[in-house]
Nanobody, 120 residues
């Protein structure tokens, strides 16, 4: 199972970016998907998650500015980031719970990360 993230970049404060992360490989089903971020010198923190049924959860710091969504047919999760702030600068990682076809086990997978830099 591989998670391929894309969409990061450099943007000015107040701008927008859209991150994408596609799951591929030995997939029977994809469960919860999410985005986490890690800034230099800080621990990784949750940004947003979405269940297979579309229930979302957000960190307080991004509520009202970020929107997480998913396309189950494409096994892809998105993060629309608006009104970006310099404190949003971090390496953003996607995450997914995936059940394989065989062996039929559920495991947690991480993408390689995509850098988001917001200039003031």
């Amino acid at each position: 199972v591989q998670l391929q993230a894309s969409g990061g970049g450099l943007v000015q404060a107040g701008g927008s970016l859209r991150l994408s992360c596609q799951v591929s490989g030995n997939i029977f089903s994809v469960y919860d998907m999410g985005w986490y971020r890690q800034a230099p010198g800080k621990q990784r923190e949750l940004v947003a998650t979405v269940t297979s049924g579309g229930i979302t959860n957000y960190a307080d710091s991004v509520k009202g500015r970020f929107t997480i969504s998913r396309d189950n047919a494409k096994n892809t999760v998105y993060l629309q980031m608006n009104s970006l702030k310099p404190e949003d600068t971090a390496l953003y990682h996607c995450n997914a719970g995936v059940q394989g076809v065989w062996p039929a086990i559920i495991d947690n997978y991480w993408g390689q990360g995509t850098q988001v830099t917001v200039s003031s």
